[in-house]
């Protein structure tokens, strides 16, 4: 088949979001199995729409043809129950995507029956060292409300000075105040050390190099950080949202409450002292590791590509 993604585009120029990382892959595995990326949808046989709301429009126009529809976190937790768009790209995909079992929960019966599960995959990177003149732990997420990106910064001011606890945060600033903020924290926390926007390769170094990650977002729909968090073995402590929770499971001991900062000092402070814990963490992490091999994502789309071309299911 010919394909065409509908991406939202970055509000800022320069700056890699999750749902382009998430796209440029999901490009590459169509054309290993074989079928074409065209840029326009007037050539192409199936639209894939990353976005409900946001990709609403290319939805609309794809007239008479296959869509295959992927749910964000801002979709499932945020826009679906009040946004006309979001929901009528859903009433025309012929199928649906979600990124963790978790999402299946907030859609209705007829979208549950055209939904699948594709967990994003993630590949390690081989010959990174840790780093060794602290116990570093990383935040990837960009500065916006809905990921939260401070929590941690203020959390890592109250651990006990005898901490060895770096947090280093590699985000790009979507507004002066976001920005202001950060620089502020810099200055007052010598712990925080914010990179600002960083390349994709260069984050998951990051990743690599750090003894722990954090995810700190209110809501997720399946976070790519998540998935190299876990094909680099680096275990994570993360808010415990409805996407997170979908992915991690509810049982999963890294897990803080939405802007509970004494909870993520306790879990910091564990996961730095305690080998107990880290290595609970580490075993549960390893666990789910399998569920982020690039075999499973790709072999998951061959399948839902192949139903969709042979079903002759159609736009709308």
Known sequence: ?????????????????????????????????????????????????????????????????????????????????????????LRRASRVVVLQPGAL?????????????????????????????????CLIAHLREVKDPFVAAEATRRLPADSRLRLVHAGAAFSEP?????SELVTLNPRYLWLGGIGHLESRRVIARSH?????????GGANALSEALAADVPIVACRAPGVEGLLGGSYPGLFGSGEIDELVRLLISAEQDAGFRTDLENACR??????????????????????????ATFG
């Open 1 to 89: 088949m010919k394909i065409t993604l509908a991406t939202p585009s970055s509000p800022r120029p320069g700056v890699v979001t999750g749902n382009e990382v998430t796209a440029a892959r999901w490009a590459s595995i169509f054309t290993d199995l074989g079928h074409s990326v065209v840029s326009s949808p007037d050539e192409a046989d199936l639209l894939v729409a990353l976005h409900a709301r946001r990709s609403a429009p290319a939805v609309r126009a794809f007239h008479d043809r296959p869509v295959i529809v992927a749910l964000t976190g801002t979709d499932l937790y945020q826009d679906l129950p009040g946004d006309e768009d979001a929901r009528e790209s």
């Open 105 to 137: 929960d907030v859609l209705d019966a007829p979208t549950r029956m055209k939904t699948v599960v594709i967990y994003q995959s993630a590949r390690p990177l081989h010959g990174v060292a840790k780093v060794e003149d602290a116990f570093q732990v």
């Open 178 to 182: 976001m920005r202001l903020r950060a």
């Open 212 to 220: 722990l990650m954090l995810l700190t977002s209110r809501f997720e």
């Open 287 to 312: 666990s789910l590791a399998t569920l982020v091999d690039p075999a499973l994502e790709k072999s998951a789309w061959a399948q839902l590509l192949a139903g969709v071309s042979g079903s002759g």
